[in-house]
Every structure is written in C-alpha cells, then in structure tokens.
C-alpha cells in the first residue's frame, strides 16, 4: 500500500489492485482522497498524481473516471457538485435557494469552497484558476439550462457568478465591511434580492 | 539626490530640501512616484519608503501628506480619485456612469487598477488587502453619499463592489468565460443593468 502524507490520519485503505476491480469503491476512495489534498494543499498546488497515491489507485485510473483535475475537483468538493438538486424546483425561487445554498456552505467550510478555490489559486497559478472557472461556468451552465431560459441567459450567469466571488472575496478573505459585517441571515436575504434581479430582472 | 531603483527612466529631480519647500511640487512628485512604485511593485509590496526615496522627499513628508499607504494609493490611481466627479450629477444615470468609468478604465489600463491591486495583494497579503478594502469603501460611502439615500444605501454600495470584483476577477484577471469574450460595449450595457439594480431596485 502507498504512503499517505498523513499516515497517523488516513483509514486503512485497500490496495491499488482490489480498487481496479471495484470501480464504485475506487471512485468514492479518490472523491475522499481528492478532499483531504484540496483541502490541505489548496486547489492550485495539490496533483493527480498525489490525490491517486493517498487513494492507493493509479494516476490512469483517476483520469479514467474524472478526467481533469478541475472536474474532480468540482465532484469532489460541495457548491457546483449540489447544483444540480438545487437548481430542479420552482424557478422564481432559484435566486433564494442559491443564496441560501451558497451562505449555509460558505459559513460552515469557506476553506473548502469553490469560489475560495478559485480566487486563492489565481493566487499562485492564473492559468490554474482560469480551468477551474472554465470548468465552473461549464458546469453551471448546464445545471442553470434546465431552469432558465432566454438570449442572454449565459451571460446572467456570469454576472450572477461574478456577485458571489466578489462577496466571497469580501466576506471570506479580506473579511472586512458591510459584507463581512453583517449577519448570515441578512447576507442570504440581500444576496437573495441581488441575484433575483440579476436572473430575472 | 537619492537613487531610484531606475535611475535610467526616472526624470531629473529636486532636492529633498527643495520639495520641502513646495507642498504642490512635493505632492506631485509623491504622487507620481506612488504610481510607479504601485505599478512596478504591486500594492502589498510597494513601501512608502520606497515611494518617499523616489520621490526625494522624507518618509514623513509622505505621510504628512498622505496618512497611510491605502490612502496615497487612492489618490493616484485612476478609479477612486475620480469617484467623486462620477458621482456629481444626473443621479438616475449614476449606474451607467459608473459602469462606463470602470469598463473604460480597466480596458486602457487594467494593472494600474484599485479592484485589481485589492485581488492581487490578497494573493500576497490579506492583511494589506483588508486595509486597502477599508480604505476604498470609506471613499466610496463618502462620495456616493452625496448622490444617494436610503437605510440599506451602504450595503447596496458593498454589493456594487462585490460586482464589480467578481467582474474584474473574472475578465482581467482569469480572463475566461462570457464576461471575458465580449466586448467592452456589450460589458458596459449589461454592467449597467446589473448596478442600476443593486443601486436602486
């Protein structure tokens, strides 16, 4: 079995043939291992080849089932992963379960956010940052096309993104202003009320 | 004369002793000095050291002058130093000149620009980000208050800054996606759509 970087904290984990023979168990195995190396390493630094060895499955077999270290990042963490169940649902209320959805994951994990993910690995690695934000819109747009519709739609889209990077940006990273200031509830309530009229107004 | 760290390109300048003399000479001298060192450097990098020796006044005269890093630097970029001429007039188009200052502004010279020294210098330093945040929020409160009324007034301006982070994020900084590949017209109209909104919806 391949060592992890946290041996003491890793749970025992099958070997890398048993993986191969049991591909639910393999994918579960990298989504759990895809986790820790985000979330310690940050999206720009952590590598397939350290997210297949913490799984104690092969850099091939990683790639077979997500493809790109982008989509198994956004399989593996919360956000665009729920987007879908959050977009099915009445579509004049979309707005407020976004909001909600986005305030209630930001204030119990921001680390582990998309958005975070994303701003803080423009950071270190641009080009890093711009396949994830690719492989977001992409994502989004095809959950969103479900509920919406009309010319512009990818562009409300975009718009509707660039509000919650600038808030997470305010709130979450520099933590300082009205943003940073007020409370969850107010937060999801303003929030609500701003991408209501970037969707649909 | 003290040295600049480009001598080659630095202009002829006058004595320390001589700016002391001339509070307009020396402000001017330290503004431009601040916009070369915020260019060169980067916001979190950039020192009033630095800044006062280019400029060749003291450290003290800097501060006399400036009170703080986030405040030199917002008065000698582009951006926040015109905020308060934006904000003078017509208070129903306000949205549209906004979005046309900052579409304009970001399209001749995005580096030299306040959201994108915020997003940059948070990759480097949150401390200095937060700082420079604060600072730019009082201005912008102060100026907007001028044109604008209304017990949420300060949270709508913090959703205006948030928007146009994620939009600076996204076109000039990542420069993917929809917001990225259209064209600073159509980004001008839509931009304004979106403010309009969050300013008076």
Chains 1, 2 share one sequence.
Not at 109 to 136: I, Q
């Amino acid at each position: 079995m391949p060592t992890t970087s946290r041996p003491d904290k890793a749970p025992a984990r099958a070997s890398a043939t048993g993986r191969r023979r049991d591909p639910e168990a393999s994918r579960a195995a990298i989504l759990e291992a895809a986790r820790e190396a985000f979330t310690e390493r940050g999206y720009a630094r952590a590598t397939i080849r350290d997210i297949a060895r913490r799984a104690g499955v092969t850099h091939g077999l990683v790639m077979l089932h997500f493809t790109s270290k982008e989509r198994l990042f956004l399989a593996a963490v919360p956000g665009t992963r729920d987007l879908t169940d959050l977009v099915a649902g009445d579509r004049e209320t979309l707005p407020e379960r976004i909001a909600a959805g986005f305030v209630e994951r930001m204030e119990s994990n921001p680390s582990g956010d998309p958005f975070v993910a994303l701003l803080r690995s423009a950071a270190t690695n641009e080009a890093a940052a711009a396949n994830l934000y690719t492989a977001m819109q992409a994502h989004s747009e095809s959950a969103y096309r479900e509920a919406l519709t009309g010319d512009d739609m990818d562009v409300r889209i975009g718009m509707l993104a660039a509000q919650l990077i600038g808030v997470t940006f305010t709130r979450y990273i520099v933590k300082v202003g009205r943003l940073a200031e007020m409370s969850a509830d107010e937060l999801r309530v303003h929030l609500s009320r701003v991408l209501h009229q970037i969707l649909f107004a």
